[in-house]
């Protein structure tokens, strides 16, 4: 067994911000990749969002950015851009999140970095794809949940006005939809030497997400009805309510639903037309849903959970943000670990969620103050003191 990571070896360059981008390398840095985190002077936005306990090294930014070095380059001067291209010369993956113009006029549009490393795989995340026409638009994660019907589907769900999910879905989705578009084009490099720039959008890979199950009706010419899977917009697709609490359960199969009938003391529903076969069950959805919701309000949630467990039912709690910190299972598998950061103190992580059983990736250490290897990095493309010392002068590189 190996003790380091599966993408050990590979160096990628970071110029994303925010979280669409840092998610992204993010993964890779945790499965061994080599990653260098390229700031502007001002540094990632999100340095400074929510809890801290110094300036520039905030909660948010510290679990995005661990494992990565951190080097400031200014690329509005020339000598940074030529630093950044000394970069990309021995680099494998170069991750951006930039617009089309800006990306240009920066210098690292896909074609000025093919001339540098023709085998150099670089990821566009961007909000909407280059060859439609909201492509030079501004993207945040609630404009795409707007934008993608994610919005208007969750307050058709709560039977209220359209909502955010409350984390960053677009851009969650499009980090991972970025890493294994990634994994992709290195593989096709693996066969032929030849690298090659790859586009994930926002918007459209959130409608792709988004429509798995919810294109429906529309997926046939002409239509066999609307768009949208009935029983998850359904406002009674919810956790149930019992004497006191709620619990998560999803009767399935139809061994399911002839026990859970049985638990309920309704016999009589294994014969029910309206619910006898999957089919059946999926017409009749929100009756089905009706008889459950009246059911669970009759037994405590402990009474639910040892009785759906008897009978193998698919069955959760219903589990805070805070319940996850002291959940059995997570623990067990190692989900959270403590660690001591060389400035913050004491800190505790996330561990990948992923396991390989070959190569094990190892922590490497906490994230990185804004440039603080910048040095470093400089001193490992070979640069000599002299030059570094000048361009710290001249903030060429910070």
Known sequence: METKGPLEGLKVLDLSSLILGPYTSKMMAEWGA????????????????????????????????????????????????????????????????????????????????AEV?????????????????YSERPAYDDLIQGISGMADLNGFYNQSSPGYVPTALADKVGSLMSLSTILAALYHREK??????????????????????????PTFEPPLGPVGHLRQM?????????KDGFICALPYTDKHWRAIFKIM?????VDDERFVNVAKRTEFTKELYQVLEDAFKQHTSSFW??????????????????????????????????????????????????????????????????GEHSREILQEMGFDEDQIESFFEHDVVQ
Do not use: W
């Open 234 to 242: 359904l406002p009674s697709r919810r956790p149930f309510k019992t």
């Open 34 to 113: 080599d990653v260098i985190k390229i700031e502007a002077p001002a540094g990632d936005i999100t340095r400074n969002i929510g809890a801290k306990r110094t300036p520039g090294m905030s909660a948010i930014f510290m679990n995005l950015n661990l494992s990565k070095r951190s080097i400031v380059l200014d690329l509005k001067k020339p000598e940074s851009k030529d630093i950044l291209i000394r970069l990309v010369k021995e680099s494998d993956i170069l991750i951006h999140n930039y617009r089309p113009g800006p990306a240009k006029r920066l210098g690292i549009s896909y074609q000025q970095l």
């Open 117 to 133: 490393n023709p085998k150099l795989i670089a990821c566009v995340s961007v909000g909407y794809g280059r060859s439609g026409c």
């Open 305 to 370: 959970g040892e009785e759906l467990a008897n009978c193998d039912i698919p069955f959760a709690p219903v589990s805070s943000l805070d319940d996850l910190f002291v959940d059995p299972h997570l623990n067990e598998v190692g989900l959270f670990e403590e660690y001591q950061h060389p400035t913050e103190g004491r800190l505790r992580r996330v561990n990948s969620p992923v396991t390989f059983s070959k190569t094990v990736p190892t922590f490497q250490f906490g994230a990185s103050h804004l």
């Open 192 to 217: 032929t030497g030849i690298g090659q720039e790859v586009e994930v959008a926002m918007f459209e890979a959130l409608v792709s997400f988004l429509l798995v199950e919810h294109f429906t009706g």
């Open 265 to 269: 003391r309704q016999p009589e529903l």
